[in-house]
């Protein structure tokens, strides 16, 4: 089997695309990598090439949920096929919704990672405006183009249904990371957080506001703008694995997160995680965090850090948890779906989950 596996080059999709390679490699399902989106940092360009992916096609382009983005899809969706076309793909996994929409001559799985309508919704408080009804058409047909809809939780497939209307296969495959790649040291006094700063869902402003006033300093790794809180900009793998091992707290206040790589990279390494109360993380997480609203964060840091035996219990039970979400169990998810795909016979196979 070979798959044409489609990431953009931002944020989490891309390091869940290179340990979704690995696995299938591993289980001699052939990977072809399409990578889309910003210019690939020498980390990235290393890490694709260093993957067993047998090629590695690159396109810097906009993507869908960008500014004025939509020549650059039109382009970015005829390189596609022609990568298709040219490697012999047996099946497309997609993350990104408007490609779902063009004449495949194969079946197409739909990774659904995150959607502007949520995130407005969550992160807003409020409907995205007008200015999103061109995204809204492409994300509408995308969704009716695919064969399979997956999802890292839950709580994303259920708020994806809420805005948009699809009849394909539709199921649950939870995000994993290699667990040998984070493994707790020995803690140390901070609190760290990951991840795109910028971006609003992941509300670091409620850290910033808080930090000048913890017996603890909090560390930020990611790009981001600056705040009261430690920026320490964009860091190496190697250096947030090492950051994670070390640190006693991971928080993220998030408003809206679909699943959290950086919070089950934490957990790998033992972190007490002290989570946004929303759905998803709830149901990533169940009793192994602390979920705060943004009047409870300070209180809830104090605690766990007036109390190391709590902090000790909570990081045993997040490394519990997240070794729960094996990629050997995602990866042999995502093959028996190709493989139902393949055969035609989805119709009523649930492979994880499926929504009604």
């Known amino acids: 089997m070979r798959v044409l596996l489609a990431l953009d080059t931002v944020g ?6 290179l340990e979704l ?5 591993r289980n001699r399902v052939e990977v072809v ?7 690939l940092s020498p980390e990235q360009r290393r890490d694709a090439l260093d993957s ?11 993507l869908e949920w960008m500014d004025e983005p939509w020549g650059d899809v039109e382009r970015s969706g005829t390189w596609l096929l022609d990568v298709a076309c040219e490697t012999g793909a047996d099946l497309v996994h997609l993350n990104a919704f408007a490609h779902g929409a ?3 001559p194969v079946p197409v799985v739909l990774g659904v990672h995150s959607d502007v309508l949520s995130w407005h919704h969550a992160v807003r408080g409020e409907p995205a405006g007008s200015e999103w009804d061109e995204y809204r058409l492409a994300v509408a047909a995308g969704l009716r183009g ?6 890292p939780s839950w709580a994303m497939l259920r708020a994806l249904k809420h805005n948009f209307r699809f009849d394909c296969d539709a199921r649950t495959i939870p995000n994993a990371r290699d667990p040998a790649r984070f493994k707790p040291c020995e803690k140390e006094p901070f609190i760290l957080s990951a991840g795109r ?6 509300n670091v402003a409620a850290l910033d506001r808080i930090a000048p006033l913890l017996p603890w300093p909090v560390l930020l790794a990611g790009p981001g703008g600056p705040g009261a809180a430690r920026r320490l900009g964009r860091v190496s793998d190697a250096q947030l694995t090492g950051l994670l091992g070390r640190a006693a707290i991971f928080a993220e206040p998030a408003r809206y997160e679909p699943f959290g790589l950086a919070a089950l990279e934490a957990g790998l390494a033992g972190c007490a995680l002290v989570l946004g109360d929303i759905e998803s993380l709830r149901e990533v997480w169940a009793d192994a965090a602390v979920f705060v609203e943004e009047g409870s964060l300070e209180y809830e840091l104090r605690r766990l850090i007036a109390d190391p035996a709590l902090r000790l219990e909570l990081g045993e039970r997040a490394r519990r948890r997240a070794l729960e979400y094996s990629p050997d169990r995602m990866g042999l998810a995502y093959i028996e779906l190709y493989e139902q795909l393949l055969s035609g ?6 492979a994880v989950g499926q929504v009604a």
Do not use: H, M, N, Q
Request: proline share 6%; with cysteine.
């Open 197 to 202: 700063l910028w971006d609003e869902a992941k």
């Open 12 to 17: 989490g999709v891309w390091t869940y695309g």
């Open 52 to 62: 067993p992916a047998s090629r590695v096609y690159i396109l810097e382009c906009a």
């Open 146 to 151: 695919a064969d399979a809809v997956v999802s």
């Open 345 to 350: 016979e989805t119709a009523g196979l649930p």
């Open 33 to 39: 990598l399409a990578a889309l989106g910003e210019r």
């Open 102 to 104: 063009l004449p495949w």
């Open 21 to 25: 390679t690995r696995v299938l490699a």
